[in-house]
């Protein structure tokens, strides 16, 4: 696994592939050390930090990178449901426990949204609580308003 690092508006985030796809997205204050890794930049790091550079700049909504994101059948249908929120809309844990046919699986949906292992490009700050509240983030509840910021949501 390689990884290189992005400085942005939320953080320093660390950006880890696979060679051939993007494996993960972590915050500063969630890098734990990786004894499978080695700091070395490939194509998919250089392209998704000129995204990310271009998203954090206000001249990209969406992301085109391979991804490769480890997680269970349910938190993969999950991230894929995230994915498809559109750029300046948000949805709730209910809508997402719908959108995947598990109407009574809010909590469930919480779980996985909260282990998404590429935040950012997989949307999970675009999920806010069924009541309209901001709710956990990996990165803090301060980076998350931020990212919602930068897609013209107030909250």
Known sequence: MHYQYF??????LRLLSYGTS?????????QAERADSSERADAVLTEC???LDAYFSG????????????GTAFQQQVWRALADIPYGELRSYRD?????????????VGAANGRNPIPIV???HRVIG???????FAG??????VLLALEGIEL
């Open 22 to 30: 993007l494996a993960a997205i972590e915050f500063e204050n969630l």
């Open 96 to 108: 997402i426990a719908r959108v995947i046919g598990r109407p009574k699986a809010m909590r469930a």
């Open 130 to 136: 069924s009541n309209g509240s901001l709710t956990g």
């Open 140 to 145: 803090g509840l301060e980076a998350k308003r």
């Open 59 to 70: 001249n990209r909504r969406d992301f085109a990178l391979p991804l490769a994101p480890g």
């Open 49 to 51: 930090a000129r995204q």
């Open 122 to 124: 997989v949307p999970c």
């Open 7 to 12: 400085e942005s508006p939320v953080g320093r």
